[in-house]
């Protein structure tokens, strides 16, 4: 295509083609630069030498079409996705077939990650020192739930791991699932309001957050500084299993609980039902146990209690035989025999015992028993 | 005995089960209360295991309204 105007008398005309090219011939002399912007509408296909994205100005809107030969960009192994962030190095470029300016990559880099990173680092310690992440916020769980709430990503495996290791660990679970949009622009607000309508069902009375794995900026909503404020002010205990075992958004330092996996969360919020089953049943073992040892104590007692009840008489009996012996010891020694031992007699008239000299008559008959044998005499004076 | 399974939760039943044999363990209610407990402890335990037995997953779901959040 030449660059030469068709002459009209004295307008000079050019065709689209040879405008196009003279624009795009312009352009090239522009030199190379680097344009910063989010990744929209990527085109890749194996068929095609070139593949088209387009960078778009978060702030306003803006967008600029970017080709860049499939070669070099397979050779970047970026893996870039909708919304990411990159420097695109470049020179403007015309496409004469269309008029449509464009930008023709020489280089690809993702950025932000840096930016975010120490944006990320400045939050976590402001909120550190809030005390959002402090342990002694840390609430315990309850072991046995009401019921679940658990915020999922549109994310089947990780739904599906937690509720398959809860079923499989206790049965008797209520869950309330709700399915939140997790990555891009809404997500910080839509997280917020799912937890929050979480907490407020009534039976809810543990909040799991369970987001699979996925990149740092996907896992981004969870370090939002609204996100994990709303997580540490959660009306009840939240366990944040979001990302793989080496990711930790900041929205695991403000839950209660942090879970590697949505399965290892399950295996938080729920007992494993045979382990309650062992502690029931201990627990009614014990109880059989602790009674039939409070009667027995009591039947000791009782026994102790009748032993003396039974023990009693012949005590008593002995006692009395004690007492007895004594007395007959007293009775013996209060005996005339031990008086008479002593050379004392008894005097005897007619049968009768004399205590008066008046008693009896001269020329009577008396008997005089004495310790050993008896004696008769005749009284042959009285002196009364 | 009020075991009213709608108004609590195993854990509740669970908690008062322990703490009647915690109760009785340590020895010093008199007998009569002890055989009261004893009752209430063993229909605690049934009513946890009735409700282990009978029970089983149930999930429920939040639907969505269009800014990705739950509908009010």
């Known amino acids: ?384 | 005995v009020t075991l009213a399974r709608a108004h609590r939760s195993f854990e509740d039943l669970q908690k008062e089960l322990e703490d009647i044999v915690a109760k009785l363990e340590r020895g010093d209610v008199p007998v009569d209360d002890a055989i009261a407990l004893f009752q209430r402890g063993e229909a605690l335990y049934r009513a946890c295991v009735e409700r282990l037995e009978a029970a089983e997953l149930r999930v429920e779901q939040l639907t969505r309204d269009e800014t990705g959040g739950p509908a009010a």
């Open chain 1, 1 to 384: 295509v030449k660059i030469k105007p068709i002459l009209y008398g004295e307008r000079k005309v050019y065709t689209v083609s040879a405008f196009n090219r003279g624009v795009a011939r312009f352009l090239g002399r522009l030199p190379e630069v680097w344009v910063e912007g989010e990744v929209t509408e990527l085109r890749r296909n194996e068929a095609w030498a070139t593949v088209f994205l387009t960078l778009k100005d978060p702030r306003t809107g803006a967008t600029l079409k970017v080709t860049v030969a499939r070669t070099l960009y397979d050779r970047l192994d970026l893996t870039l996705d909708e919304g990411e962030a990159v420097h695109v190095q470049g020179r403007a470029e015309l496409w004469e077939a269309r008029g449509e300016l464009g930008l023709r990559a020489t280089a690809i880099e993702r950025v932000g990650l840096g930016g975010h990173l120490v944006a990320l680092e400045h939050l976590k310690r402001k909120l550190a020192e809030e005390g959002v992440f402090a342990p002694e916020r840390k609430r315990a769980l309850p072991r046995v739930p009401r019921a679940i709430g658990v915020l999922t990503g549109a994310d089947a495996a990780a739904r599906g791991d937690f509720l398959t290791t809860v079923e499989r660990r206790f049965r008797a679970t209520n869950v309330v699932v709700c399915d939140t949009r997790v990555q891009g622009r809404g997500a910080p607000a839509a997280i917020i309001s799912s937890l929050r309508a979480l907490a407020a069902h009534p039976d809810v009375d543990v909040v799991v957050i369970a987001r699979g794995g996925g990149s740092f900026e996907d896992l981004l909503p969870f370090s939002n500084e609204a996100v994990v404020r709303a997580v540490a002010a959660c009306p009840v205990p939240v366990v944040s299993a979001v990302g793989h075992e080496q990711d930790t958004p900041l929205c695991d330092l403000a839950a209660d609980l942090r879970a590697a996996t949505p399965t290892a969360a399950a295996a938080l919020v729920v007992p494993d039902e045979r382990e309650l089953r062992a502690a029931l049943d201990g627990c009614s073992q014990r109880l059989e146990r602790a009674l039939r040892a409070r009667l027995e104590r009591n039947g000791e007692h009782l026994a102790r209690v009748s032993g003396r009840l039974r023990a009693a008489p012949g005590a008593l009996l002995e006692r009395r035989r004690a007492g007895l012996d004594h007395l007959v010891v007293r009775l013996q020694a209060l005996s005339p025999r031990a008086t008479l031992a002593r050379g004392y007699a008894v005097v005897r008239a007619g049968g009768e015992a004399v205590r008066d000299a008046g008693a009896v008559a001269v020329g009577e008959r008396l008997d005089i028993e004495l310790a050993a044998g008896s004696l008769g005499a005749r009284v042959e004076d009285a002196r009364p």
